[in-house]
């Protein structure tokens, strides 16, 4: 078991972290599922925010993640991640949802943030299957953490009891 992998089933805005990480679409201008509930608990303020990242550099590529205040969140930061959308498989699904988590955590660590939460990004509206998600995620989190003390927790946050069954499997099976 990884002691700093925790998995919890809730909304992740109710979260006490310093950032949840959004599963964002390109435009970075909002959508719906877990998106469209992060930016109502966070109010316009961050809706201003990612605005501002968007004038800056256009939109966010499938794969890539940016940063941003959090508005009335709890959190201190929300990190925008884009999963790929799923079209069955061939067209770099898998690499695309390890990039969008890598470089979640590579943001956090950079801007020293030890407590991060993750939705299950790319498994709604965008279709990626939930378990072979679940292990991308699982892994790519497992891996980081081996050779990285920021940040020093992680929790995956799952929205139905399906999903944390298959991320405290991984837990028990794959954590050191
Ligand atoms: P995507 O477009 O990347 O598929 P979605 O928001 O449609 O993003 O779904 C991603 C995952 O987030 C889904 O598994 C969904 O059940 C979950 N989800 C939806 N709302 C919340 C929430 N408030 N907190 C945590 N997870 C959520």
Known sequence: MNARIQILQADITTL???VIVNAANPSLLGGGGVDGTIHRAAGPAL???CKKVRQQQGECPAGHAVITEAGHLNAKAVIHAVGPVWYGGEQHEAALLEDAYRNSLQLAEANGY???AFPAISTGVYGYPKAA???IAFTTVDRWLASHALPE???FVCFDEDSAHLYARLLSQQGN
Request: aromatic share 0%.
């Open 133 to 135: 998600a679940a292990a």
């Open 16 to 18: 006490d972290v310093d």
């Open 114 to 116: 030890r407590t991060l």
């Open 153 to 155: 927790q992680v929790t």
């Open 47 to 49: 809706l201003e925010a």
